[in-house]
């Protein structure tokens, strides 16, 4: 028996001829099942020649330990076309084929060997008979590439089925593999493959999976190629004796998401990667002041958020890591809790991150949730331009750091993850867009509508359940600006609009499907579980006019004394695009006007900054105020929660998409929409009007460009809780109170938490709850007597008259809280709070560790004032 020489991996054995046909079988310890098998093809092929005149079989024996090998070489010995692929004599332990390689390996070096016009692949078991082999020549005869063995179709056999749960487990892995690989394939996995030859040997000649998802790969590269594939019902019995295991179905699943990560890498050209090496350069040098030291600088303009969500990081992932509810505990707000689901936790990125929580502090996700965050949100609208609006990389790149890194963005990026971390929104956009655009046509590797806008609708419901988890005041922005959109296109090509309504109700329905599904019991427990609210009363926040021309206080050309006068604060500088970036967006639009997408997105931006102005709108140098549109919307189920000042941040895509559009017409002569105008276009190669473009572009970009943002020193934990101190003063199930109690404007307790490793709960804290009988969403606790006496001596550093009504309230609220000890840290006023609480508690406390303390009796004790204390 000859063995054959070791094909590469990249390309094929030189064939000194061709044959009709080559079978191709991969072995592994099939000493058993080889013999029954070759005789029946062998049979077969001899008994057609007609078809088969010339036909070669080969086995590839994929590091079998049994008599696979000389099984093999006996059927060789009888009929000389069969032949071996296999270990010769001595083979080093690093050869092709020594080991247990996969099927995926096997199947690849016999494809490459072969020698065939055709090339069929089929198990070792033989599950699919032979003779079904006639159909597949059929449908390669009618001018497909490969024709498939499939469980899947009518007119199909199954003779003897597989057990239950592998039945199961396939099911559930063809539909993955549908949606992930290979659309509109019911059945990838039958062992009975039927290939044209040199389309075949070209195809896995590139492929790389070694394990069974080598036949998804395959179909994969063939589907993406437009080569037809057909799929043939055929015969197939389960055989005993199967190599797949229960647990190979997940891992087909992992190496396809691996295949499809790694392909999507290598498709990336160098000039992407060089723009989104250039967007994450910028994020990290935007907060290279946060990076410089995370255990002690903090952003200066975040008020308490960086330290608010550094505790939902880090309390997520304790949640996660201990198997504990997600949504929900009492860490905060003793003993009522705080519900997560209906706070801006950020679960879509908390959760995944939590090994790095868990590893290397809450501190280390916010900063890597905002880098990484702004520069994959830049990057998502890069690729969103480059795939459905602009050819020019260099004008995609611009509309893509522009959608990421615009005033409103940066403004967030200090403290709200949840707004300026949208790498997901653009990817909605696109999944809603091929709703909208007619398939390929059937036959040409494309398929037909239906399965494809179910397949687009249910990704896009699993798109839109992900956002929910990184927020959901983000989505109900997107989805404002997308009805705007939506309007105005509708109303420049009603035509268009009416023939794809069909497809994009039929799409969304299945999409409102799944995401209801999956966000059933989250959004139960965030409308209606403990802590749940009905909504958050802000009064009116709309913005001033003036505010959608100034520059933001953290721009180039920005005065933070103007922005302030014309935000709620410096997170909140939702507007803020500068004159000349306004009135170059008005130029663009009525240079492009005739163009339908310009002008929906112009009714986007212009109206979401009418939106963001508020339910009135004060005329700028007069006294007259006139009506908003805002007050038609203000009233609605989830638009009562939303600061209406961020209705400009919907205006942010439609800028960048516009800036994008400009700037790839003057980029050259062609754009998307074809040739630019003559005038455009002088003789001699030089273009004035595209160079007055480019200095309009600079001028209105450059003022608008951010700064890095500025951080402070954070307050230094007291040692004693930073030093474990607190542990010996504090019985389990009992709460530490800080004095005054933590609040949205006096989060640093939470910092206390996240550094105790979450040791202890705290009444108060910095959330989103419910107050009085309508549970309306108010931020922090309930106010209780304590703790209102407290906020009032910090904040005139005056010591009130304390009697037993006051001892007896004081001792009541602490009881209600739970409380074991009592902290006073230094801070304004600390000495008025510490005679405070002395009066109050009856008792001095101890300086321990650099704070006050007193240590409070077991529940059953007795009152300060010597009655009973009221529980």
Avoid at 56 to 74: F, K, L, P, Q
Avoid at 193 to 221: C, H, P, Q, T, Y
């Amino acid at each position: 028996m000859l063995h054959s020489p070791s094909p590469t991996a990249g390309s094929a054995l030189p064939a000194p001829d061709t044959v009709d046909l080559t079978v191709v079988v991969p072995a592994y310890n099939e000493e058993r099942r080889l013999p029954r098998t070759l005789d029946a093809i062998c049979r077969y092929l001899r008994s057609s020649p007609g078809r088969h005149a010339s036909w070669e079989v080969i086995v590839v024996d994929d590091g079998s330990t049994d008599g696979t090998a000389a099984a093999v070489r006996e059927a060789g010995a009888v009929e000389p076309r069969v032949r071996l692929l296999g270990p010769p004599s001595g083979a080093a332990p690093g050869a092709p084929f020594a080991g247990n390689h996969g099927k995926g390996h096997a199947v690849r070096l016999g494809v490459l060997a072969s020698r065939g016009r055709r090339v069929l692949v089929t198990d070792a078991d033989l599950a699919t008979p032979i003779e079904e082999l006639a159909h597949l020549h059929d449908r390669l005869d009618a001018g497909c590439a490969a024709a498939i063995g499939s469980r899947a179709r009518p007119g199909a056999r199954v003779e003897v089925r597989q057990h239950p749960v592998r039945q199961l487990l396939g099911r559930a892995g063809n539909r993955a593999i549908r949606a992930l690989a290979v659309p509109g394939i019911g059945d990838t996995q039958c062992g009975f493959k039927l290939f044209d030859g040199d389309r075949a040997r070209a195809v896995f000649g590139r492929s790389r999976i070694d394990g069974w998802g080598i036949d998804v790969e395959v179909l994969r590269m063939f589907h993406d190629a437009r080569w037809p594939i057909a799929e043939v019902p055929v015969r197939w019995a389960h055989q005993p004796g199967s190599k797949v295991r229960p647990l190979d179905y997940p891992g087909v699943l992992v190496e396809l998401v691996r295949l499809r990560v790694g392909g999507a890498l290598r498709r990336i050209r160098p000039a992407d990667k060089a723009v989104l090496l250039v967007y994450l350069l910028l994020s990290v040098w935007l907060f290279k002041g946060l990076w410089a030291d995370l255990d002690r600088r903090y952003l200066a303009d975040s008020g308490q958020d960086q330290t608010q969500w550094e505790w939902f990081f880090a309390v997520t992932a304790q949640h996660v890591l201990e198997f504990d509810d997600p949504f929900f505990t009492t860490l905060q707000n003793a003993p009522l809790g705080v519900n997560l689901m209906a706070n801006t936790a950020m679960l879509g990125l908390a959760v995944p991150l939590a090994p790095v929580t868990a590893l290397l502090g809450p501190t280390v996700t916010w900063a890597l949730v905002l880098t990484g965050g702004l520069a994959g949100t830049a990057a998502a609208w890069y690729w969103l331009l480059v795939k459905r609006f602009v050819r020019s990389r260099r004008a995609a790149a611009l509309g893509g750091a522009l959608c990421a890194f615009a005033p409103p963005m940066i403004s967030h990026a200090n403290a709200h993850p949840n707004f300026a971390v949208l790498f997901v929104i653009p990817l909605i956009i696109d999944r809603l867009l091929r709703l909208c655009t007619p398939p390929h046509r059937p036959g040409r590797g494309g398929e037909t509508a239906a399965p494809r806008t179910v397949r687009d609708g249910a990704v896009l419901g699993l798109l839109l359940t992900y956002q929910v988890f990184l927020g959901e005041e983000a989505l109900l922005l997107a989805a404002v600006g997308l009805l705007l959109f939506a309007a105005g296109h509708a109303a420049a090509r009603p035509a268009v609009a009416r023939a794809v309504l069909r497809p994009l109700a039929r799409g969304l329905a299945v999409a409102a499907a799944v995401a209801s599904l999956l966000l059933a019991y989250p959004l139960i427990h965030q409308f209606f579980g403990a802590q749940s609210y009905t909504g958050v009363l802000h009064g009116p926040t709309g913005n001033p006019p003036r505010a959608v021309v100034e520059f933001a206080g953290r721009s180039l050309a920005g005065d933070p004394a103007t922005a302030d006068a014309l935000a709620l604060n410096r997170t909140e500088q939702n507007a803020f695009f500068g004159w000349p970036l306004v009135v170059f967006t008005a130029a663009v639009v009525v240079w492009r006007w005739r163009e339908p997408r310009v002008r929906a997105l112009a009714v986007v931006a212009s109206g979401a900054v009418l939106l963001s102005l508020g339910r009135t709108i004060p005329v700028p140098g007069t006294d007259v105020v006139l009506p908003g549109p805002w007050r038609l919307v203000a009233d609605l189920p989830l638009f009562e929660s939303v600061i209406e000042s961020r209705m400009a941040m919907a205006a942010v895509p439609a800028i960048g998409i516009l800036l994008a559009l400009a700037c790839d017409r003057l980029t050259g002569p062609a754009g998307p929409t074809g040739p630019a105008p003559a005038g455009e276009r002088p003789a001699g190669g030089v273009r004035p009007l595209a160079v007055a473009g480019w200095a309009a572009v600079a001028a209105a970009l450059l003022p608008v460009a951010p700064t890095p943002f500025a951080t402070v020193d954070r307050p230094p934990v007291p040692p004693f809780i930073a030093d474990g101190t607190w542990r010996r003063y504090l019985p389990e199930g009992r709460t530490l109170v800080p004095v005054p109690l933590p609040a949205p404007a006096r989060a640093e307790a939470l910092h206390w938490q996240t550094t105790a490793d979450l040791g202890f709960a705290i009444p108060g804290g910095y959330f989103n709850g419910p107050y009085g009988p309508d549970r309306a969403g108010i931020y922090g606790p309930v106010p209780r007597y304590t703790s209102a006496l407290l906020d009032e001596v910090r904040r005139t550093g005056q010591v009130p008259d304390i009697g037993p009504a006051e001892r007896r309230a004081a001792w009541r609220d602490l009881r209600y809280w739970r409380a074991g000890v009592v902290v006073l840290p230094p801070q304004p006023g600390v000495q008025a709070l510490r005679v405070t609480m002395q009066r109050l508690l009856g008792t001095s406390g101890r300086w321990i560790g650099g704070v006050w303390v007193w240590q409070l009796p077991a529940p059953e004790g007795r009152g300060a004032d010597g009655g009973a204390a009221d529980s």
